[in-house]
């Protein structure tokens, strides 16, 4: 019997090497395994009550049925007043479709944007999911790679050269994921400029907005000027801020064109994002959010300590991030070393001998585009955090 043929495109990408940690590590504690979990890219504070209870209330209330495909019209109105409050961004209801995630919502993007060679320019180190998102609907990543020393933001003769005519969108995440960068009004001025100059659509990913430290204060790149406004597709949802990885809402909001085709677009393929969700997504957009306050204090007081401990680690620097909660340590000392016996040649080799013999679970860093370093996730107990760094501490020490 033959094997099935698949399309081309599935070749393409690879599975999330996040979701596959994060999944070996909860097979290893299942097993009876004591594994730190550095891995996973979700906050590890419950739902909020209220939020909770929203949802129970809607199934209570039978709103278990089918909702317009772009998302009911409350929470589309939420997002409208939320963008408008935070951002300063006037949106109609038009202007706004919610998703199944953020994730889902790039996805959607890519997909009624791009054409067959189309050049997304892509900022590394990325999150896992842009390139694959871009070659899968058969566009093409083009990578800007930055270093620590300019804090992973692209310099402008980078971006500059990147350039060429079948760029046709930039997509930049503030605060960043792996890293935790974040980028001055300045450095996303002249990405504007830079986009208005050369005709380029861009994508806002605001998904750690919300989880900032030091009194960094984001900007959206839709605000700084009338052809940012119009050119830009602000991506966002619920998931980081509120701890609501689970319930899958994401929304986009920018020109009502490329958001009705966004739209058009889930209703053949998704349909309508969870009615119960979208209720708790509404509850978390307009309810008490002292919840956001709390979990990003504990953050930042996390991120402290996790970067002063790395950098105590002889042989391990790690960049001091202001959003999101992830640190993106520089383990490339220890390459072409061994541990007990076994030779150590990047970053996959470092977290697979790391996650086999201590049993922390770290991502390795070209996941994201740079085989220099390890992503790990600070949104885990002080205690876990602790303890992991112990744990790595006596990995290195056992490097020749």
Same mark, same amino acid.
């Given at each position: 019997m033959?094997r099935p ?6 070749g393409?990408i ?6 596959g ?15 730190i ?61 919610i998703?199944v995630?953020?994730k889902? +919502?790039?996805? /959607? ?6 054409? &067959?060679?189309? %050049?997304? @320019?892509?900022?590394?180190? *990325?999150?896992v999911?842009y ?13 800007v790679?930055?270093?620590?020393e ?12 990147a ?5 046709k ?12 960068a974040?980028?001055t009004v ?8 830079? +986009?208005?100059? /050369?005709?380029?659509w861009?994508?806002?990913? &605001?998904?750690? %907005?919300? @989880?900032?430290?030091?009194g *960094? ?22 998931s ?12 986009t ?8 085709a ?25 309810g ?14 996390r ?9 105590s ?45 201590h049993h922390?679970?770290?991502v ?27 744990r ?9």
């Open positions: 033959s043929k698949l399309n081309r495109r599935i393409l690879q599975p999330s090497m996040t979701i940690i994060s999944a070996k590590a909860k097979e290893l504690r299942a097993a009876g395994v004591n594994v979990n550095f891995s996973a890219g979700e906050p590890d504070f419950d739902t909020p009550d209220n939020i909770k209870m929203a949802a129970v209330k809607s199934i209570a209330d039978g709103f278990t049925k089918y909702t317009a495909a772009g998302g009911i019209n409350e929470l589309r109105d939420a997002v409208v007043e939320k963008e408008k409050n935070k951002n300063g961004l006037e949106y109609k209801r038009e202007n706004v479709c998703s995630g953020a889902h +919502a790039l996805f /959607n993007i890519a997909a009624v944007m791009l054409e &067959e060679g189309d %050049e997304v @320019i892509i900022i590394a180190p *990325y999150w999911t390139e694959a998102i871009v070659s899968y609907v058969g566009g093409k990543a083009v990578i790679n930055t270093t620590e300019n804090g992973f933001v692209p310099t402008k003769e980078q971006l500059e050269k350039i060429t005519p079948k760029t969108m930039i997509w930049v995440n503030n605060p960043t994921n792996p890293t935790g974040t980028y300045d450095d996303l001025k002249f990405i504007v400029e830079l +986009a208005e100059k /050369n005709d380029i861009l994508v806002s990913d &605001e998904i750690y %907005e919300d @989880i900032v430290f030091d *960094y204060k984001p900007v959206s790149m839709a605000t700084l000027s009338d052809y940012a406004y119009e050119r830009t597709l602000v991506v966002n949802g619920v980081k801020t509120y701890s609501m990885t689970g319930w899958r809402i994401g929304y909001c920018g020109d009502a064109e490329v958001i009705g966004m739209i058009k677009l889930q209703s053949q393929s998704t349909s309508n994002p969870t009615s119960i969700a979208q209720c708790a997504a509404l509850e978390a957009l307009t008490d959010q002292d919840s956001v306050e709390k979990m990003r204090v504990q953050f930042e007081k991120r402290d300590y996790i970067v002063d401990a790395l950098n680690i002889e042989g391990i620097s790690c960049f001091k991030p202001k959003g999101a909660f992830y640190v993106f340590p520089n383990i490339s000392s220890f390459f072409g070393k061994e541990y007990e016996g076994k030779k150590i040649n990047g970053s996959m080799d470092f977290a697979e001998l790391l996650l086999e013999h922390v679970a770290v390795p860093g070209i996941a994201f585009g740079d085989d220099r370093f390890l992503r790990m996730s600070f949104a885990t107990s002080l205690e876990d955090i602790q303890e992991g760094i112990k790595l501490k006596e990995f290195v020490e056992k490097i020749k």
